[in-house]
């Protein structure tokens, strides 16, 4: 199983970025996925999850601005991230949910 996260990078408050996890070596479209995030010195949390049916769920610090997607023909999961603050300065991680299989983390820094 491999989870290859990328989109990260540097960008000012209120900016947007998008987050992509492509899955390989997994039957994708059975699997419930999710977002989640680690920031400096805290503990890792989720920030979006999706079910195999396609039912989402947001953590309240990011709902109506963070949209969590998945294409399971191209088997990928993304996380569109709109208005952006310093806080959500974080590496952040997809995950096949209930299970050891992570991404490898992407960072996202976010200036104020």
């Known amino acids: 199983v491999q989870l290859q996260a990328s989109g990260g990078g540097l960008v000012q408050a209120g900016g947007s970025l998008r987050l992509s996890c492509k899955a390989s070596?997994?039957?994708?479209?059975?699997?419930?996925m999710g977002w989640y995030r680690q920031a400096p010195g805290k503990e890792r949390d989720l920030v979006a999850n999706?079910?195999?049916?396609?039912?989402?769920n947001y953590a309240d610090s990011v709902r109506g601005r963070f949209t969590i997607a998945r294409d399971n023909v191209r088997r990928t999961l993304s996380l569109q991230m709109n208005d952006l603050q310093p806080d959500d300065t974080a590496v952040y991680y997809c995950?096949?949910?209930?299970?050891?299989?992570w991404g490898q983390g992407t960072l996202v820094t976010v200036s104020s």
């Open positions: 070596g997994i039957n994708f479209r059975i699997m419930n």
């Open positions: 999706i079910s195999k049916e396609g039912i989402t």
């Open positions: 995950r096949v949910l209930n299970t050891r299989h």
